[in-house]
């Protein structure tokens, strides 16, 4: 009877082990639950009680955010091929009005060597546009090496400082080429040498294709842009300091192309943000800009489109819900930003370790450049080249240059903000439908995982656009030269 007794207590004790077991795995797991819960809560729906300079960054691998993306294997390949013929000898010659901001300039010029070795004639130095909107006097010499210009090009083509006295007063071919034009083109313009020896060109820029041309004539045009358009000295000295004292700081940078500029928003007619009497002055602006041909523009319109520049505070959430720290050092490639600190506030309580070149260099070295905005682009231009993450508010002139130069050195991580997509995203959270935090991460990075700057070629007309429209809604030649003049590990350089 005793040793029954003794059985059923042990049974018993057992049992009660095992509750006891399954009770505790029971605890643990809903602490667990618990403790998941409440961080999502922290970082979703507690926002509100969270620092507005706390990110997920420490959730994000370093290289996510500051490592070029994986070339492939790919190397840049301009040398001419075996059936490339250099320059001639010519008595012909083209002078040219380059037109436009410093990028648009550039780029124009750099159409303009592949020209005028379509058609065999000797290229002048180009006069740069002096009735932009920023009404520079900088002549070719001021921003760029002249004479590095003409030696780079020997091979390629002849280039004179000027044109021969003897050749001033003859009847000049006044001519504005076609818009994204072939080579057939330009080889049927060559009937103008029966009649002129000079042929002026009285705007520069989008003179060729962007696709669509013989090999040689693509590599060339990168050895103009990337090669013979080196900026004069004393730009290129002054941009190597600031870039060094940038990289003093922190090692690592951000350069900011923040497009916030008053001559980009009456361009674009984008209001959003702005003052009543803010928006009213950009519109008298537009009106009064007698070659921009659209007046009457739809704010609204524009932004859901994304056909207009983020604001700085859009770019402040921008680079958080990405995973930059707010000690993120910003370099700030941009004229005067429009509102002033007013605005620029918004972003640097994001991010304050912000800078200028007007905070990076002294007063005397900048001065000489202060009053010429093609100069203070190229100084801001070289910084941005050769940072370790260049970001674009706005796809313009600079942002498309830098974008395709950084792919040319090796595809540096370039971030291309999918504006259409995140004014979606920022209403959503200007009505409490979302809020920062992990999902807000979530969506932006996923939106931009294929916006780093990796490579792929180049892109080509939209679908259903007919004629000339189409060269319009190509990609850029120069803001991606690949495949013409990157190759793949078995080709050669």
Partial sequence: MARARGRRFRFHRRKLCAVAAYVAILLIALSFFTLIYLSRKGFDGGREHVSPQEDQSGLIPDQELWDAPFSLGLHTCIKP?????????SDRYITVRSNGGLNQ???????????????????????LDRRSFWNDTS???DIFDETHFIEALKGDVRVARELPKELESVPHARKHFSSWASTGYYEEMTRLWHEYQVIHVAKSDSRLANNDLPLDIQRLRCRAMYNALRFSPPIEIL???????????????????????????????????????????????????NHWKVKKINSTVQRLGGNCPLTPKEVG????????????????????????????????????????KETLATKEELEGFTTHASQTAAIDYIISVESNVFVSSYSGNMAR?????????????????????LVEVFD????????????LSDIVRQMHDDRQGAPRKRRGPLPGVKGKARSRTEESFYENPYP???CGPKEAF
């Fill in 484 to 486: 013409e003049c990157i």
């Fill in 428 to 439: 959503r959270l200007e009505s409490g439908n979302l809020r920062e935090g992990s999902s």
């Fill in 139 to 141: 002549t070719f010499s």
């Fill in 105 to 127: 300039m550039r780029t124009g010029i750099a159409d303009m060597v592949a020209v005028a070795h379509i058609m065999n004639a000797t290229l002048v130095i180009p006069q």
């Fill in 317 to 356: 959430i921008f680079l958080r819900a990405l995973g930059y720290p707010p000690s993120t050092l910003i370099y700030i490639a941009a004229g005067e930003i429009y509102g002033g600190t007013a605005q620029l506030s918004m972003l640097s309580s994001c991010f304050p370790n912000l800078v200028f």
């Fill in 81 to 89: 091929t075996a059936r490339y013929k250099g320059a001639r000898k």
């Fill in 239 to 289: 941009a190597k300091k600031l870039i060094e004292r940038l990289r003093s700081r922190e090692g690592r940078y951000i350069a900011l192309h923040l497009r916030y500029e008053k001559d980009m928003l009456s361009f674009t007619g984008c209001t959003y943000g702005l003052t009543e009497v803010e928006s009213k002055e950009l519109t008298i602006l537009r009106e009064k800009t």
């Fill in 401 to 421: 240059a830098v974008e395709g130069h950084r792919r040319f050195l090796g595809y540096r991580r370039t971030i291309t903000p999918d504006r259409k997509g």
